[in-house]
């Protein structure tokens, strides 16, 4: 079966950093575009970082660029995401996401989500 397990979350203070994780199995794991997405409460799933399927380009949502950065490890099975600077309104369950495409972009397009990590940012 499809796994993705993340790791990593936590509490950390406002400017702080955090790197996440993301193990994957039961996937071939160079078949799959990655990213994260993370969710608030009251609020919807938004996108953070995508990693594409090929070449490793990524891109990511306005509101982290510059402070998160995504990678992958493909010996591994394993997608990472660095968070710097972090702020409270970075506060969010985060979510491992792979699509067969050659982005992700969009929560609909996920084929696999992991069961999500939560970041807490304490001002």
């Known amino acids: 079966q499809v796994q993705l397990v993340e790791s990593g979350g936590g509490l950390v203070t406002t400017g702080g950093s955090l790197r996440l994780s993301c193990v994957a199995s039961?996937?071939?794991?160079?078949?799959?575009?990655w990213g994260w997405f993370r969710q608030a409460p009251g609020k919807e799933r938004e996108f953070v970082a995508t990693?594409?399927?090929?070449?490793?380009?990524?891109n990511y949502a306005d509101n982290v660029k510059g402070r998160f950065s995504i990678s992958r490890d493909t010996a591994k099975n394993t997608v990472y995401l660095q968070m710097n600077s972090l702020k409270p309104e970075d506060t969010a369950v985060y979510y491992c996401?792979?699509?067969?495409?050659?982005?992700?972009?969009?929560?609909?397009?996920?084929?696999?989500w992991g069961k999500g990590t939560l970041v807490t940012v304490s001002s």
């Open positions: 039961g996937v071939t794991f160079t078949r799959y575009a």
């Open positions: 996401a792979a699509d067969r495409g050659l982005v992700l972009r969009r929560a609909d397009d996920v084929e696999y």
């Open positions: 990693i594409t399927r090929v070449g490793g380009g990524t």
